[in-house]
């Protein structure tokens, strides 16, 4: 059974840096062809893509959001760490952890999601 | 960037069937999945690959995808499918794209 779970503050003050950290179980991170991806949602707003990382250490970041983000992983403890810097109100949102597979498209497995607000 | 567009709503009575849209250059062309969103949840996939349902998914759930739009219909509407539905498809350069979301209310 894979889950994911995602843990960080729920508070940032602006232009501070959020570190997110997602730990999961029952997939491995050292197995071909998988990956975990960030993806957040602003309060009544759409989804938006954020950052991947694969198995391999191949990793893709959303090309708005680029000079803003870093992500990470530790196999050993079955972890993926997303940094984002600089953080704004606007940036104010759920964000989300999930699996991901190379060769699908989509996504089948999320985590709960946490709720980051900006402000001071 | 590739952009996905969606109806912002759709409204729907109990045992109708609920279109949704989801509008995007040539789409036709790409794999599209479907989520599923109730307030305070995370998304659930309720299609892939534009016409597949991951196991547990009721037979209500089809979509097509075709030219340049693709669609999610929910036959035979009740009160529960009442939430956000979201488009998507992988993008080369922006990995994944979601549309801006459709909410489907059972009147």
């Known amino acids: 059974q894979i889950t994911l779970k995602e843990s960080g503050p729920t508070l940032v003050k602006p232009r501070q840096t959020l570190t997110l950290t997602c730990t999961f179980s029952g997939f491995s991170l050292t197995t071909s062809g998988v990956g975990v991806g960030w993806i957040r949602q602003p309060p009544g707003k759409a989804l938006e893509w954020l950052a991947l990382i694969y198995w391999n250490e191949d990793k893709r970041y959303s090309p708005s959001l680029r000079s803003r983000l870093t992500i990470t992983k530790d196999t050993s403890k079955n972890q993926v760490v997303l940094t984002m810097t600089d953080m704004d109100p606007v940036d104010t949102a759920t964000y989300y952890c999930t699996h991901r597979l190379r060769l699908s498209g989509h996504i089948e497995f999320w985590g709960q999601g946490s709720l980051v607000t900006v402000s001071s | 960037s590739y952009v996905l567009a969606q109806p912002p709503s759709v409204s729907v009575a109990p045992g109708q069937a609920a279109i949704i849209t989801c509008g995007g250059s040539?789409?036709?062309?790409?794999?599209v999945h479907w989520y599923q969103q109730k307030p305070g949840q995370a998304p659930v996939l309720v299609v892939y690959?534009?016409?597949n349902r991951p196991s547990g998914i009721p037979e209500r759930f089809s979509a097509s995808n075709s030219g340049n739009t693709a669609t999610l219909t929910i036959i035979r509407v009740e009160a529960g499918d009442e939430a956000d539905y979201y488009c998507q498809v992988w993008d080369a350069d922006s990995d994944q794209v979601f549309g801006g979301g459709t909410k489907l209310t059972v009147l």
């Open positions: 040539n789409i036709g062309g790409r794999s």
């Open positions: 690959n534009d016409h």
